[in-house]
């Protein structure tokens, strides 16, 4: 068993028994629950909708190498820059060295799983780079060390009291201060940052293709300030956030509040097609846009796991999980959690090193059944399995494990060696780790061909 599975074992177990983390997701996520049915509502045929959605997201991922060359094409014509990283290491160096030419002390981010993905703080920090996180739920997440906790909640797992009190522990602001005080303190801490930053970065909900820009959707308006004020705007986006057309909005953007939040249509959704033009008042003078691959392209050189690109980190398929619901966002140990995170981390970081990620799942279906995009999730998982197995990476324990279940389903006259009670003894016997956290595996007292018989004789 790798570390990554050991850690992700010990960790969900105690996560699984701590049962006010579970009345706090469940009342987030409740919360959450009330709500999407009335976005949905706005759709008059959701299925249709999920099956549009993911047809174009289907060509754009087919077509992917055109659609990012177009997207450069006409992004660099209106005076921004488009940088290709093909790992973590080449997006850091291209971000650390634009920051060293704009001398940069301060940096105001926005919420985006992208730079998470490549630990963009952490490098900052290390080069003496001061890296703001200025969606509030991150802002919380950052003053306590954290990292999100969920792709579109990122402070999820914590109650109102539980941020008054690390407000009050980090800012000195009084325990009692009410959600809306405690934003009031947020907000003007971070509105002098804005004017600070010498360096914005942002992340990207979609690339558009045809019009060579890229749109980002929230409802705090900090993204807008993270791109507005600063003079230099950094976009981290990975390549399969890519939409042929902006026609292609008027789908995507309510289909992404509905599932995401519940919301008809996010509060804000902007359009960045580049750096201020000569003829507009605001915006940044540089903007570069950094594609990121990361792995993603050896997703899309296998034909099934193709259409795990298709994610529109909407987090719906998290909200329905009954194993995420019981061990949390960060039981998971890597940036994206949930089903999707199950699904993708093993292709994205290596099958030996989180394969464990794939067995994490109940196949209920749930995720699959939400998907916006209609991503066949437990299909998905089983595909993880399934390649896991093909590259050699099940213990000798497992193998044989298999192997005499194999033998002894084959041979009847094994199957119907000693009674229920030798059989339960044997089998939980040898499979003690199944039943520390499951009941015990009972057999029939009779076998198949004694019930047979006797059903004959009736
Ligand atoms: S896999 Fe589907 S449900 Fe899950 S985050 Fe992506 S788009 Fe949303």
Not at 39 to 50: C, L, N, P
Not at 82 to 105: D, F, R, S
Not at 136 to 155: F, N, R, S
Request: proline share 4%; glycine share 6%.
């Amino acid at each position: 068993m790798s570390e990554n599975a050991k850690t992700f074992i010990a960790k969900s177990t105690i996560k699984a028994a701590d049962l006010d983390h579970r009345r706090k997701i469940n009342f987030n996520i409740g919360r959450y629950n009330a709500v999407v049915p009335k976005g949905k509502e706005q759709f008059t045929d959701i299925e249709f909708t999920k099956k549009t959605a993911k047809n174009i997201k289907w060509q754009a991922i087919e077509n992917l190498d055109e659609h990012l060359l177009t997207f450069e094409k006409n992004f660099t014509q209106r005076g921004g820059k488009v940088i290709w990283a093909e790992n973590t290491e080449q997006a850091i160096e291209e971000i650390l060295l634009i920051c060293k030419v704009k001398n940069c002390k301060t940096l105001v981010k926005s919420k985006s799983m992208a730079t998470e993905e490549i630990h963009l703080n952490v490098a900052l920090e290390k080069n003496g780079i001061e890296s703001v996180e200025t969606d509030l739920g991150e802002y919380i997440q950052q003053l306590d060390g954290e990292a999100p906790y969920h792709i579109v909640t990122p402070a999820m797992h914590k109650s109102k009291e539980d941020v008054a009190r690390l407000f009050n522990q980090k800012l000195g602001t009084p325990v009692n201060y009410t959600p809306e005080q405690l934003t009031q303190v947020a907000r003007k801490i971070l509105r002098e940052k804005y004017t600070q930053a010498e360096v914005g970065v942002t992340g990207a909900n979609f690339i558009i293709s045809d019009i060579g820009a890229v749109a980002v959707t929230e409802n705090e308006g900090n993204a807008r300030l993270s791109c507005a004020f600063p003079k230099t705007h950094i976009v981290i986006v990975g390549i399969e956030k890519m939409i042929p057309s902006i026609t292609d909005l008027s789908l995507f953007w309510p289909l992404l509040s509905t599932f995401g939040t519940g919301q008809t249509v996010t509060v804000y959704n902007t359009i960045i097609a580049g750096p201020r033009q000569p003829n507009e008042n605001d915006g940044p003078e540089e903007m570069y846009v950094i594609l990121l691959d990361n792995g993603r392209t050896d997703i899309l050189k296998n034909p099934t796991q193709r259409q795990s690109l298709y994610c529109i980190r909407c987090g719906a398929c998290l909200n329905v999980c009954p194993v995420y619901k019981n061990i949390g966002g960060h039981a998971y140990g890597a940036t994206y959690s949930g089903p999707i995170g199950s699904v993708i981390t093993p292709n994205l970081q290596g099958m030996k090193d989180f394969k464990h990620l794939s067995y994490a799942s109940s196949l209920c279906g749930a995720c699959t059944e939400v998907c916006p995009v209609k991503i066949n999730l437990h299909e998905l998982l089983l595909q993880n399995r399934h390649e896991s197995v093909e590259e050699g990476l099940t213990t000798i324990s497992e193998k044989t494990a298999w192997k005499l279940w194999k033998i002894s389903s084959l041979n009847r006259g094994l199957m119907n060696m000693g009674n229920g009670d030798i059989k339960n003894k044997v089998v939980n016997g040898l499979f003690k780790g199944w039943a520390k956290n499951r009941s015990r595996l009972e057999f029939s007292p009779k076998t198949f061909n004694e019930m047979w018989t006797e059903q004959l004789k009736k």
